[in-house]
Nanobody, 115 residues
Framework: QVQLVESGGGLVQPGGSLRLSCAAS????????MGWYRQAPGKQRELVAV???????NYVDSVKGRFTISRDNPKNTVYLQMNTLKPEDTAVYFC?????????WGKGTLVNVAS
């Protein structure tokens, strides 16, 4: 079993920055993929950014150049640095991990971009 705990969400003005963190705990050897998804009100959950244990990344087009995903593999932690935030980035952000073929999800953290 893998437990994921997110932190770092909050209220930020347009153009501001936030850094999300997600720590995985449990009996873990190596998590193949860790990443972030988001779900805005009335919309489906979408991939924001993911990163493999080898360092390969994938971003949704709308955040490219503004968001950066990173991992600390020994600590089983993934980060999402979000810069130049826009109101349309407002959503609940969920941490995701794929471990031995199983998807695990955090409970989510709210990011609210508003003036």
């Amino acid at each position: 079993q893998v437990q994921l705990v997110e932190s770092g969400g909050g209220l930020v003005q347009p153009g501001g920055s936030l850094r999300l963190s997600c720590a995985a705990s449990g009996t873990i050897f190596s998590i193949s993929v860790m990443g972030w998804y988001r779900q805005a009100p009335g919309k489906q959950r979408e991939l924001v950014a993911v990163m493999t244990s080898g360092g390969s990344t994938n971003y949704v087009d709308s955040v490219k150049g503004r968001f950066t995903i990173s991992r600390d593999n020994p600590k089983n932690t993934v980060y999402l640095q979000m810069n130049t935030l826009k109101p349309e980035d407002t959503a609940v952000y969920f941490c995701n991990a794929i471990y031995i073929g199983t998807d695990y999800w955090g409970k989510g953290t709210l990011v609210n971009v508003a003036s």
